[in-house]
Nanobody, 124 residues
Framework: VQLQASGGGLVQAGGSLRLSCAASGRTFSSYAMGWFRQAPGKEREFVAAISWSGGSTYYADSVKGRFTISRDNAKNTVYLQMNSLKPEDTAVYYC??????????????????WGQGTQVTVSS
């Protein structure tokens, strides 16, 4: 599967953005999907994940209550709605796909496919 992330940009603190990740291929609905981010000089970190059906989701503590992950299998797309953004949310955001669609996992090594990343910058 090929993944294309979009929707990043520059926003003021307290604002919102919605990221999208469009997937190619006919088997998108079989993959669990995740969002990760990487700030300059830091390791890539888990943000959110969703199972193949959307029935299970999981969030990093740092974004819980502010971010929402969702998916539309008919459109082969996963979304990350980001509200109440903070300067510390500034990073390149990546979407990823996990072959084992029934689970939600948080480590980069569990994901099999990665998108190219989209920059999110939150100004104070």
């Amino acid at each position: 599967v090929q993944l294309q992330a979009s929707g990043g940009g520059l926003v003021q603190a307290g604002g919102s953005l919605r990221l999208s990740c469009a997937a190619s291929g006919r088997t998108f609905s079989s993959y669990a999907m995740g969002w990760f981010r990487q700030a300059p000089g830091k390791e890539r970190e888990f943000v959110a994940a969703i199972s193949w059906s959307g029935g299970s989701t999981y969030y990093a503590d740092s974004v819980k209550g502010r971010f929402t992950i969702s998916r539309d299998n008919a459109k082969n797309t996963v979304y990350l709605q980001m509200n109440s953004l903070k300067p510390e949310d500034t990073a390149v955001y990546y979407c990823a796909a996990d072959d084992f669609g029934h689970r939600v996992v948080v480590t980069t090594m569990e994901y099999d496919y990665w998108g190219q990343g989209t920059q999110v910058t939150v100004s104070s």
